[in-house]
Each structure stands twice: as C-alpha cells, then as structure tokens.
C-alpha cells in the first residue's frame, strides 16, 4: 500500500474522493515531503526533555501542565525538541538490514503477508523478494 502510495500518491487520492463521492481537488501539495525523518543533535538533551514529559504522566502530575504551558516552559521545550535539536537525517544516512536477516523476516512474516494479500487484494511478493 504505502509502495503504491509513493509511487502514484494520485491514485489513492482519487480513489479516497470516488470513495468520499467528492469532487476531484489535488493540491498543489500532493507530492511534497511531509514528515521528514529527523535526528537529534543533542541525545542529553532530547532525553530531559523526554523524562520530562514521561515523569509528568508516570506520577499524575497532569495539574502542573496549565502551568508550564502559561509560564512558556513547554512551548520553549518543544521548540527546542522540535526545531533546534534537529537536524534532516539524508537518505544515504539510512542502514540497511544484512540479507540473513531481510530473510529470516520475511520468512517470519510470510503467513501475514498472505493474509494481508488476500484482505487488501494486492500483490505484495515485492516484499518476499
């Protein structure tokens, strides 16, 4: 599905309109990157800002959040994380997986892939090669 998605996002878009029984629109946006893969440029600090966030909800401390909001705590904190902390991750940055593994996935895996082929009735034998 998302191989097909990529391939011709305007396929699925028009199929998602028909099923909506909506006009036909494509934005101008329809082949953008959205979502980008990020990586963090400080870890200590991505994992305060994390534990922050995790010992917030671990203790119930859900009161003190109206207050970090007002006082500009926690916008700061998520622009950090989000904006300053980051940097684009290339494509050439990606690791691949060795081919003992890729196999022994795909043989873990290759029930569910049948029966994903047969709900979705789509030919995924890409993903057994």
Sequence with gaps: MFDGVKENPELLYKE??????TDE?????LHEKS????QNK???LNY???????IIHKHNLHYIKP??????????AEYIRDH???TSKGGSSRRSLDDDSIRMLQGYYSKEIDQLEKLIDTDLSHWRA
């Design 84 to 86: 300053l902390n980051v």
């Design 67 to 76: 207050l970090l909001r007002y006082s500009g705590i926690s916008p700061v």
């Design 42 to 44: 400080n870890q200590i």
């Design 25 to 29: 629109y494509f934005p101008d946006s």
């Design 16 to 21: 998602v309109l028909d099923f909506l029984n």
């Design 48 to 54: 305060f800002i994390t534990s922050s966030r995790n």
């Design 35 to 38: 979502n980008k893969t990020k």
